[in-house]
T-cell receptor, first 117, second 109 residues
């Protein structure tokens, strides 16, 4: 079974530019999450999709961040325009549908490291 | 507002000895607790979990203890092996997962 795939693995851009990160979840997983980790800090929740719908976007920092999940499959996270403080590792995770213990275990991708200069 | 805290950023332990990682949380609504392990350039991978209705869960060399009254959980690894060297994240769930900042474990030969 293929895992969660993220692209690119590393992106270096200048302040004010735009970057789009992509996540392909495990096939059949309805839940898709975006998290971010700034160097040495906690892994912070950004948002949660159930299929194509945004279930919870309370962690999105501001309106420079836009997440989409086309047709309930892959997801993109766009940062426009990027600021220095947006640097960090962006993780995508997915989980199966339903409640209970199984649904609480997220499978993470390797992350996309974003460096804003 | 960080609801899950790992106050020890690093831990060094000799191979074969016990590693004890600690985690505190503030939200009494959390109903499920997990530990994830992360190697460099990889995503976190699930290690072990415990429901809030239990106080201990064991899986091979890994045991997680939960003290709800103290809002504290710990992960015991015994015996520690070189392959256990990684960053360990504590996480707690109430509709979504909240993570701590991680503890870097180094197992010395």
């Amino acid at each position: 079974e293929a895992g969660v795939t993220q692209f690119p693995s590393h992106s270096v851009i200048e302040k004010g530019q735009t970057v789009t990160l992509r996540c392909d979840p495990i096939s059949g997983h309805d839940n898709l999450y975006w998290y971010r980790r700034v160097m040495g800090k906690e892994i912070k929740f950004l948002l949660h999709f159930v299929k194509e719908s945004k279930q919870d976007e309370s962690g999105m920092p501001n309106n420079r961040f836009l997440a989409e999940r086309t047709g309930g499959t892959y997801s993109t996270l766009k940062v426009q325009p990027a600021e220095l403080e947006d640097s960090g590792v962006y993780f995508c995770a997915s989980s199966p549908t339903g409640t209970g213990s199984g649904a609480n275990v997220l499978t993470f991708g390797a992350g996309s490291r974003l460096t804003v200069l | 507002d960080q609801q899950v805290k790992q106050n020890s950023p690093s831990l060094s332990v000799q191979e074969g000895r016990i590693s004890i990682l600690n985690c505190d949380y503030t939200n009494s609504m959390f109903d499920y607790f997990l530990w994830y392990k992360k190697y460099p350039a990889e995503g976190p991978t699930f290690l072990i979990s415990i429901s809030s209705i239990k106080d201990k869960n064991e899986d091979g060399r890994f045991t997680v203890f939960l003290n709800k009254s103290a809002k504290h959980l710990s992960l015991h690894i015994v015996p520690s092996q070189p392959g256990d060297s990684a960053v360990y994240f504590c996480a707690a769930s109430y509709y979504k997962l909240s993570f701590g900042a991680g503890t870097t474990v180094t197992v010395r030969a």
